[in-house]
C-alpha cells in the first residue's frame, strides 16, 4: 500500500496525494480510502479520457467482493457521468480480466476496476486499463496522477447514478457470454469438458468463484468449488494463492480424489495450481510450466517477457527453444506493454499473474488455469500422469527451482524511514557474500525499489520495497531447498539490520 503524507500548501488542509504502485492505487478503508478519493481518482480519468477525445467510447467499471465495492463503483462512475461519459458498469461481481475483455471487445477508452487484489480485507483499491486491454502504463498513471493533484482541494462533479441510468447513459454488463466464446477461440473448451478427471478450484471467496465450473459444465470433467461464497473478510486470510492461505485445498487434495487444483486470487488475475498429492505448485513453477506448455505443446515461438522477481527457468528455456525473452521490472503496468511492443506470446510475474498474446495483454487467472488444465492433459497422453509425474519431467527439461517469498511487515508509520535506510545502507555498502556464498552478479532495480545478488550456481536473492503494501518481500530461487532458506534468512537478516 502507498504511504502517504500531506501535500504542502497553505492556506485549507493539504489533502494527501494519491500515488499509484506496481498495479494501481490502494488503502484502508475509511482511512484513506474513502468515497471523496475515490472520486478524485475517477476526475483522473475522466479527464485524461477527455482529453484524449475518447469519451463518446465510454468506460467500463467493475468491482471485486471486497467490502462495499459496489459502491465505491457507483460513485467512480458517477463522476465519469458528470463528464458526459457514458458507463459500461458491471452487472455483479467480476474478476479483474473482466474489465479489460470489455475494453477490447467493446472498443472502450479504458476500465476502472474496484479492488485490492490478494491486499489485507481492510482494503481496497482502484485499478486503470489502458486502451489496448493492459494494465495502464507508467506514462498514463503519470498523467492521472498529475492530473489528480492539480484539482487536489476541489470536489469532483457527479450526476446522480440512477438519473444517468435514467437517461441511457449507463449499460449493465455481464461479461460471461462473451467471455466464454472469446476463450473458446484459443483453448479448445469442448476437449477439456470432456477429459475424464476430478479438480478442486479454490477462489479464496473472490470475484472468480464460479467460472470455472461455469466454463467446464457440461461434460465429463468433474469440477468442485470451495469458498464461493462472498466473504469481504475473506475467512480472515488474505486472497492470495500462496501458502499458508490455501493449505485448507492442500488438505483436501492430500486426502485423495482429485488429479488436479487449480487457484485464484481475490480478484481472480493471479492463477496457481497444486498436484494430486496436495503439494503446492508454486508461482514460479507455473510461469515455466505456461512457457513450456506454449513452446513444446501448442508450438509457437514468439519472445517471453517476466519480471525481474520471476524465474531463471524463463531464460533456460528461452535458451532451449531459441526464443526471445525481455525482463522488466515489477509490475504488470510493465509487463503488458513490453508484451505489445515486442508481439510476445506471454508475460508473467512472480506474484501469479500471466497475460497471453492469443487472449489478453493482461493477467488472467482464470485463463492460466483453464490452459494449464490443458497443459496435465497432453502430457497425461504422453504417459505423463499424475500431474506430479508432468512437473517432474517439466524440471528435467528446465532445471530445479525452489522457490520461496517472505514479506517483512512494518508499520505504516516507521514504513518510509526503513525504506529510506535499507537504500542507503545496501547502496553504498552492498553485501559480498551470502550464506557462505561469494556475490557474483548484483543489480539495483531499474525502478529504484530494490536489489538483486547472484550467487556462482545461479540462485538469487532479492530484497524489494512494496508498492501497495508497508512491507519490504524477500524472494529466493535456489538449486536446493537448503540453499533457498539459507539465502532467505540472510535476506531477512539484511532488512532488520542484523546481517
Known amino acids: 500500500m502507498t504511504e502517504q503524507t500531506a501535500a504542502p500548501g497553505a492556506g485549507a488542509a493539504a489533502v494527501p496525494p494519491i500515488v499509484f504502485g506496481t498495479d494501481g492505487w490502494r488503502a484502508r478503508i475509511a482511512d484513506e480510502y ?126 446522480p447514478f440512477a438519473d444517468a441510468e435514467a437517461a441511457g447513459l449507463v449499460e449493465r454488463v455481464d461479461p460471461f457470454d462473451g467471455y466464454r466464446e472469446y476463450v473458446a477461440r484459443t483453448l479448445d473448451l469442448e476437449r477439456l469438458r470432456d477429459a475424464d478427471v476430478s479438480v478442486l478450484v479454490e477462489p479464496l471467496y473472490g470475484s472468480g468463484a464460479g467460472w470455472i465450473p461455469r466454463l467446464l459444465a457440461g461434460g465429463r470433467i468433474r469440477v468442485r468449488e470451495i469458498h464461493s461464497e462472498r466473504n469481504p473478510y475473506f475467512g480472515g486470510i488474505n486472497p492470495e494463492p500462496i501458502r499458508p492461505n490455501i493449505d485448507e485445498a492442500l488438505g483436501i487434495l492430500a486426502g485423495g480424489g482429485y488429479d488436479l487444483g487449480l487457484l485464484l486470487d481475490g480478484d481472480a488475475d493471479r492463477a496457481g495450481a497444486a498436484d494430486e498429492r496436495g503439494r503446492f505448485i508454486h508461482q514460479l513453477q507455473v510461469m515455466g510450466l505456461l512457457m513450456y506448455y506454449m513452446l513444446e505443446h501448442r508450438g509457437l515461438r514468439e519472445p517471453v517477457v517476466y519480471t525481474v522477481n520471476e524465474t531463471s527457468m524463463v531464460e533456460r528455456l528461452g535458451q532451449r527453444y531459441a526464443v526471445p525473452v525481455h525482463e522488466t521490472p515489477v509490475g504488470f503496468k510493465y509487463v503488458g506493454p513490453t508484451m505489445i511492443e515486442t508481439g510476445a506470446m506471454m508475460g508473467g510475474e512472480e506474484s501469479g499473474g500471466y497475460g497471453f498474446g492469443m487472449h489478453l495483454p493482461e493477467r488472467d487467472g482464470i485463463y492460466a488455469d483453464l490452459m494449464l488444465l490443458d497443459l496435465f492433459l497432453r502430457e497425461r497422453e504422453q504417459g505423463r500422469w499424475p500431474v506430479s509425474r508432468a512437473v517432474a519431467h517439466f524440471h528435467e527439461i528446465a532445471g530445479p527451482s525452489f522457490y520461496l517469498r517472505t514479506d517483512v511487515h512494518l508499520e505504516r508509520a516507521t514504513y518510509p524511514a526503513v525504506k529510506e535506510r535499507l537504500w542507503r545502507e545496501l547502496t553504498a555498502q552492498p553485501p559480498t557474500e551470502l550464506d557462505g556464498d561469494a556475490i557474483v552478479r548484483s543489480t539495483t532495480l531499474t525502478t529504484n525499489d530494490g536489489f538483486k545478488w547472484w550467487t556462482p550456481d545461479g540462485s538469487w536473492l532479492l530484497v524489494r520495497f512494496s508498492g501497495t503494501e508497508p512491507l519490504v518481500r524477500i524472494y529466493a530461487e535456489a538449486t536446493s531447498a537448503g540453499k533457498r532458506d539459507g539465502l532467505l534468512t540472510a535476506g531477512e537478516r539484511i532488512v532488520r539490520g542484523t546481517a
Request: glycine content about 8%; some cysteine; aromatic content about 8%.
Open 34 to 159: 474513502t468515497y471523496d478519493n475515490v472520486r478524485r481518482c475517477a476526475e483522473g480519468v475522466a479527464r485524461y479520457v477527455v482529453e484524449q477525445g475518447t469519451a463518446a467510447k465510454g468506460v467500463m467499471v467493475g468491482y471485486d467482493r471486497r467490502f462495499a465495492s459496489e459502491y465505491f463503483a457507483q460513485a467512480a462512475a458517477e463522476v465519469l457521468l458528470a463528464f458526459d461519459i457514458p458507463v459500461l458498469f458491471a452487472a455483479q461481481p467480476i474478476p479483474t480480466q473482466m474489465t479489460s475483455y470489455e475494453v477490447v471487445a467493446r472498443g472502450a477508452a479504458t476500465a476502472i476496476m474496484i479492488t485490492a487484489s490478494h491486499n489485507p480485507w481492510t482494503d481496497n483499491g482502484f485499478k486503470v486499463k489502458s486502451p489496448s486491454g493492459a494494465a495502464a502504463g507508467p506514462e498514463i498513471l503519470a498523467v492521472l496522477e498529475r492530473t489528480i493533484s492539480e484539482h487536489a482541494g476541489e470536489q469532483p462533479p457527479r450526476r
